[in-house]
Nanobody, 116 residues
Framework: QVQLVESGGGLVQPGGSLSLSCAGSRIIFSRYTMGWYRQAPGKQRELVAAITSGGSRNYGDSVKGRFTISRDNAKNTVLLQMNSLKPEDTAVYYC??????????WGQGTQVTVSS
């Protein structure tokens, strides 16, 4: 079965950086737009960043200029580099594989906490 496994979450101080990684198995990565979403307690899940198979990127307004998404189709991985982190970035971050033609998949999530 398809698996998306996130890693790299943790505790970081405000202003710090973290890099999240999502590794996919049993999935043809190049068929999907890959994205990162996040959900904070009591809030709806929101788009953080997405990247199409062709490399076009889209970012949530709150992370523009601070976060960078990238992908490596050969390695079935998608990365999220997060800089200048703020306490409001605290959330569970989920990897997503999205397609209009194929089933959509989610990872199990990784916790990111920004706190001093």
């Amino acid at each position: 079965q398809v698996q998306l496994v996130e890693s790299g979450g943790g505790l970081v101080q405000p202003g710090g950086s973290l890099s999240l990684s999502c590794a996919g198995s049993r999935i043809i990565f190049s068929r999907y737009t890959m994205g990162w979403y996040r959900q904070a307690p009591g809030k709806q899940r929101e788009l953080v960043a997405a990247i199409t198979s062709g490399g076009s990127r889209n970012y949530g307004d709150s992370v523009k200029g601070r976060f960078t998404i990238s992908r490596d189709n050969a390695k079935n991985t998608v990365l999220l580099q997060m800089n200048s982190l703020k306490p409001e970035d605290t959330a569970v971050y989920y990897c997503n594989a999205d397609s209009s033609l194929f089933p959509i998949y989610w990872g199990q999530g990784t916790q990111v906490t920004v706190s001093s």
